[in-house]
C-alpha cells in the first residue's frame, strides 16, 4: 500500500523567510509525484509533477525536488498570498491512482 | 472556462435520508473522479470514470454509496441512506487524460456536507 507522509503539519514564516516542506513516501513503482496547493474553502490546484529521482521545476517562488524516498518543496521569499495548505500525492503502477498526503499547513505573515 | 462545477456547495440532511451530489467536468476532458476530504483521514479517491465507465471503484466505502456519468458532461454521486459519518467534503475533479489520475486533475470547490 502507498504511504505519503509530509511534515511539517502547520509551518508559520514571515514574509520573506525561505523555508522547505518534505514530503516522504513509501510506493511500489512510483510513476509521478504531484504537488497541489488548495486554499481554504477550495479545492486543490495543481502546481507540479516530477516523474524520477534529480528532477526539479520551479514555479515563481516555488521549487520541487524529488529524490527515491522524498520530496521537498522549497519557497523562496514568500508573501502572504502563499499562505495555503501544500498536498503532495504520489501515482504508483501498483496502485494506479492517486494517493495524498495529508498536507502541511503555510502561514506567510507579514 | 468555467472550471470544474459542482452543486449543491453545502448540504445538510439527517441521518437516513438520500443524498445527491453532482458534477460538471470540464469540457472536453475524458476523466472524472471523485474524492471525500476529512481531517481524520484526508483526501480520498471514491471512484473515477474514463470516458463515461466506471474504472475503479475500490474507494467506495459501502453500499450506501453510488456513483454515475450518464454522459460526459455530468455525473452524480449518491449516498442513501446517509449516515452522520459521511458528513465530508466531496470533491469532484476532471482530466484531459485517461491515464487514472497520473497527469495533471481539475478539482471543483467541493459540496460540503453535514449528515445529523
Known amino acids: 500500500e502507498d504511504q505519503v507522509t509530509q511534515s511539517p503539519e502547520a509551518l508559520r514564516l514571515q514574509e520573506g523567510e525561505s523555508s522547505s516542506l518534505n514530503c516522504s513516501y513509501t510506493?511500489?513503482?512510483?510513476?509521478?509525484l504531484f504537488w497541489y496547493r488548495q486554499d481554504p474553502g477550495k479545492g486543490p490546484e495543481f502546481l507540479f509533477t516530477?516523474?524520477?529521482a534529480g528532477e526539479e521545476k520551479e514555479k515563481e517562488r516555488l521549487k520541487a525536488t524529488l529524490t527515491k524516498k522524498e520530496s521537498f518543496l522549497h519557497i523562496t521569499a514568500p508573501k502572504p498570498e502563499d499562505s495555503a495548505t501544500y498536498l503532495c500525492?504520489?501515482?504508483?503502477?501498483?496502485?494506479?491512482?492517486?494517493?495524498f498526503g495529508s498536507g502541511t499547513q503555510l502561514t506567510v505573515l507579514p | 472556462d468555467a472550471g470544474v462545477i459542482q452543486s449543491p456547495r453545502h448540504e445538510v440532511t439527517e441521518m437516513g435520508q438520500e443524498v445527491t451530489l453532482r458534477c460538471k467536468p470540464i469540457?472536453?476532458?475524458?476523466?472524472l473522479f471523485w474524492y471525500r476530504q476529512t481531517m481524520m483521514r484526508g483526501l480520498e479517491l471514491l471512484i473515477y470514470?474514463?470516458?463515461?465507465?466506471?474504472?475503479?471503484d475500490s474507494g467506495m466505502p459501502e453500499d450506501r454509496f453510488s456513483a454515475k456519468m450518464p454522459n460526459a458532461s455530468f455525473s452524480t454521486l449518491k449516498i442513501q441512506p446517509s449516515e452522520p459519518r459521511d458528513s465530508a467534503v466531496y470533491f469532484c475533479?476532471?482530466?484531459?487524460?485517461?491515464?487514472?489520475?497520473?497527469?495533471?486533475?481539475?478539482f471543483g470547490p467541493g459540496t460540503r456536507l453535514t449528515v445529523l
Open positions: 470514470f474514463n470516458n463515461n465507465v466506471p474504472i475503479d
Open positions: 516530477l516523474y524520477s
Open positions: 510506493v511500489s513503482g512510483l510513476r509521478g
Open positions: 475533479a476532471s482530466s484531459p487524460h485517461t491515464s487514472g489520475g497520473y497527469n495533471e486533475q481539475f
Open positions: 500525492a504520489v501515482f504508483s503502477g501498483s496502485a494506479r491512482q492517486l494517493t
Open positions: 469540457s472536453g476532458h475524458n476523466s
